[in-house]
């Protein structure tokens, strides 16, 4: 009898080992998209999306790179890398470079992402809309980037834009102040036409310019804006970058500050090399209604 018991006791301990889950694979991190810059690289902008509609998925980034020394400014660069495992499940991933160029602009606007009439390879394929911003001005320039089947290949490059760009209904449309001009692929060319369509409402950004060498340098102290208009601030010149410290009542939008309710608010600049003491942004907000009315 006790035979037995030990006996079936000695199959119930295999059938569960058996049963049992093994050890389970942690997945490997991502790895930093730092490496894909130079040393001291800040990143402004960073999202995941699917441009080729073929595994493995891309990730679009846009670092702003310092300043090498004897240079005037930093540079922005836009740049699309792909992540896939490497040796097997397991094994660190790593980013495979897909696509990078310095941008012609040096204030930073968000990228944008979304399809192109007549340049799919696939119904899931995208491009990429690298916008910047740049002096005097402000003037737009932007590159536009897909896949040619192949590679990432730069669409289309426009500079001294006198007004927005926005990704509407499958085209590329620049906004200006008197009309739009839509641009859609023809031919594996991009071909402009007059924009039919209607343009999402949006109140134009607000830029604010400053230099952080020996401390923060500004024309103004004071900046006016409308209620949910967004702020950009725009650093020039090379140097080390700063603390900004936002007024806690105010949003961040696309690295850019918004408010939701009129009234005055700050934003602090902490240099963080060259000496200088803080530099306070007041930034008075108006309901643009009221100003209407």
Do not use: C, N
């Given at each position: ?161 006198a007004g927005a760009v926005v990704l509407v209904d499958r085209k590329v449309v620049e906004r200006g102040a008197v009309g739009a001009l839509a641009w859609t692929m023809e031919d594996r060319r991009m071909v402009p036409t007059p924009f039919r369509g209607t343009l999402p409402e949006t109140l134009p950004r607000a830029y604010w310019r400053y230099a952080a060498r020996r401390g923060v340098v500004a024309a103004d102290r004071r900046v006016r804006v409308a209620v949910g208009q967004i702020l950009y601030l725009v650093r020039e010149g090379g140097g080390g970058i ?52």
């Amino acid at each position: 009898m006790l035979r037995t018991t030990i006996l079936r006791a000695l199959i119930a301990i295999l059938i569960v080992m058996s049963v049992a889950p093994g050890p389970t694979q942690a997945v490997p991190p991502e790895p930093s998209p730092l490496t894909l810059f130079p040393r001291g690289t800040l990143i402004l902008f960073r999202a995941r999306a699917d441009l080729d509609g073929r595994p493995p998925h891309e990730v679009i980034l846009v670092g702003q790179v310092p300043a090498f020394p004897g240079a005037p400014q930093d540079v922005l660069h836009g740049v699309i890398a792909a992540v896939a495992p490497v040796g097997g499940p397991g094994r660190a991933p790593a980013w495979t470079l897909v696509y990078r160029e310095q941008l012609a602009g040096r204030g930073f606007l968000p990228p944008l992402i979304g399809p192109l009439a007549g340049g799919a390879q696939s119904s899931r394929s995208r491009v990429v809309v690298f916008p910047s911003l740049a002096w005097p001005g402000p003037r737009l320039a932007y590159d536009v980037v897909g896949f040619d089947g192949r590679r990432a290949v730069v669409l289309l490059r426009r500079q001294g834009i006198a007004g927005a760009v926005v990704l509407v209904d499958r085209k590329v449309v620049e906004r200006g102040a008197v009309g739009a001009l839509a641009w859609t692929m023809e031919d594996r060319r991009m071909v402009p036409t007059p924009f039919r369509g209607t343009l999402p409402e949006t109140l134009p950004r607000a830029y604010w310019r400053y230099a952080a060498r020996r401390g923060v340098v500004a024309a103004d102290r004071r900046v006016r804006v409308a209620v949910g208009q967004i702020l950009y601030l725009v650093r020039e010149g090379g140097g080390g970058i700063p603390v900004i410290a936002p007024d806690r009542r105010l949003d961040l939008v696309e690295e850019g500050y918004r408010a939701r309710e009129p009234g005055t608010y700050t934003i602090t600049i902490h240099p963080v090399s060259g000496g200088g003491s803080p530099f306070v942004l007041t930034v008075d907000v108006a309901d643009p209604g009221a100003q209407a009315r």
